[in-house]
Antibody, heavy 120, light 107 residues
Framework: EVQLVQSGVEVKKPGGSLKISCKGS????????IAWVRQMPGKGLEWMGI????????RYSPSLQGQVTISVDKSISTAYLQWSSLKASDTAMYFC?????????????WGQGTMVAVSS | SFVVTQPPSVSVALGKTATIACEGN??????VHWYRQKPGQAPELVIW???RRPSGIPERFSGSNSGNTATLTIGRVEAGDEADYCC???????????FGGGSKLTV
């Protein structure tokens, strides 16, 4: 089965670090861009950035650059989203999604989402 | 940056046709994708490149795009079609995708 499976719920304190994951299976993971999309509570979708597992080429949303790090380990078909210092405003659902064909295409497959709650 | 606007809510009677608009300056020159998101679930692609249906999406779902408005049309609406529907286009100025705010479809 072709799917993206994300890591589970995270509850963290402000200032803490975090790395969440997105594991692909059932397809050639290295050949498709993987994006990260944020959805804050009760809000719409917000693109954070994207990575190409084949060569780790990474692009970030200008509004979020420097606040998160996107990485990949193609040997285990897994992409990551990482924070070094969490803020309460990072509380959101985070989705990974596969770009259908190329960097600028639609997202044809999504992970189930990882809920991140940041609170003191 | 490119801005797309959707109505917050759309209501439709069971069995009728729902239309959801996505407005943006000359959006007809861009490729528009539509996602459905049910409560507590991940988004799902229902229309891509204006009017193409992914495998598994019923023919009741169709899309169009012209001028300043892209439209998602759902025919013979079923109770199970209740969801948030969101459009997405590529912002060439910032070289990143932009999502509409989403429209909640109530049947």
């Amino acid at each position: 089965e072709v799917q993206l499976v994300q890591s589970g719920v995270e509850v963290k304190k402000p200032g803490g670090s975090l790395k969440i994951s997105c594991k692909g299976s059932g397809y050639s993971f290295s050949s498709y861009w993987i994006a990260w999309v944020r959805q804050m509570p009760g809000k719409g979708l917000e693109w954070m950035g994207i990575i190409y597992p084949g060569d780790s080429d990474t692009r970030y949303s200008p509004s979020l650059q420097g606040q998160v790090t996107i990485s990949v380990d193609k040997s285990i078909s897994t992409a990551y989203l990482q924070w070094s210092s969490l803020k309460a405003s990072d509380t959101a659902m985070y989705f990974c999604a596969r770009s259908a064909a190329g960097y600028r295409d639609a997202y044809d497959m999504w992970g189930q989402g990882t809920m991140v709650a940041v609170s003191s | 940056s490119f801005v797309v606007t959707q109505p917050p809510s759309v209501s439709v009677a069971l069995g009728k046709t729902a239309t959801i608009a996505c407005e943006g300056n000359n959006i007809g020159t861009k490729s528009v994708h539509w996602y459905r998101q049910k409560p507590g679930q991940a988004p799902e692609l229902v229309i891509w490149h204006d009017n193409r249906r992914p495998s598994g999406i019923p023919e009741r779902f169709s899309g169009s795009n012209s001028g300043n408005t892209a439209t998602l049309t759902i025919g013979r609406v079923e109770a199970g079609d209740e969801a948030d529907y969101c459009c997405q286009v590529w912002d060439t100025t910032n070289d990143q995708p932009v999502f509409g705010g989403g429209s909640k479809l109530t049947v």
